[in-house]
């Protein structure tokens, strides 16, 4: 990995389905109230709208989210950014950007969903990060996706998944935050793992139960894990 992690059961699991619009509609909420409540015009709120409808959300709440993040719903809603820094079991640095309107609350669930792990300060391992933009895409047709991608503004391309899966599982473009809506017209900005670590079967498997575990948080919106 060593870029975003994503938690299987948010695909696989109908029953995680709740969580995964819960999240998105707070993200959503937060763009339209920054950016404005027009798709064409905020490219964040662009990127997120293309990701509900992926997870298949329902239109109403989408909507929903849109009016309440540009006020247009009488509710007075106001999430901040918290970013945790620390340490999975093994030593697998760990970056966790959650949205919430209670920071005591989520401080206190965080610690002790660390509890199998090491909880950091800030900065203790975001200097083994990149902070840039990440676009992830399929590619269709016969053109070189590499250097389509480059030619829009993208530094580097990697296969999404396994080598023998990469047409169909996609591929991961990274940019610099400011070139992001010249290379995708949507996407956003994430932390990529400078010295990803390798794990044998079992200790990798101690480590995604770990970053399960805090994904199932309400407040958790994306884990960056340094996990090879």
Not at 128 to 134: A, I, N, R, S
Not at 160 to 178: K, L, M, Q
């Given at each position: ?140 047709g016969s053109?070189?996706p ?68 805090l ?14």
């Amino acid at each position: 990995m060593g870029a975003q992690w994503k938690h299987r059961i948010r695909q696989a699991s109908g029953a995680a389905k709740g969580r995964v619009f819960s999240k998105l509609a707070k993200e959503i909420v937060v763009a339209a109230k920054t950016g404005g409540a027009d798709p064409t015009m905020n490219a964040k709120l662009r990127a997120l709208v293309e990701a509900a409808k992926k997870a298949s959300m329902p239109r109403d709440t989408l909507e929903r989210a849109i009016k309440k993040g540009s006020g247009v719903l009488d509710e007075n809603v106001h999430y901040e950014t918290v970013v945790y820094e620390g340490f999975a079991p093994h030593r697998v640095p760990v970056i966790v950007e959650c949205l919430t309107d209670n920071a005591k609350r989520t401080t206190q669930n965080i610690r002790h969903l660390f509890r199998n792990g090491q909880l950091g300060s800030s900065g203790s391992v975001a200097w083994d990060f990149t902070h840039g933009g990440q676009i992830e895409a399929t590619h269709a047709g016969s053109a070189d996706p590499e250097e389509a991608a480059i030619e829009a503004g993208a530094q580097e391309v990697e296969p999404v998944g396994g080598e023998g899966d990469a047409a169909d599982a996609g591929f991961r473009f990274y940019t610099e935050p400011t070139d992001l809506d010249a290379v995708s017209k949507a996407l956003s900005a994430g932390w990529r793992a400078k010295n990803p670590v390798s794990l044998d079967d079992a200790a990798r498997s101690e480590v995604e139960q770990f970053l399960g575990d805090l994904d199932e948080d309400d407040d958790v919106q994306q884990i960056y894990a340094g996990l090879a």
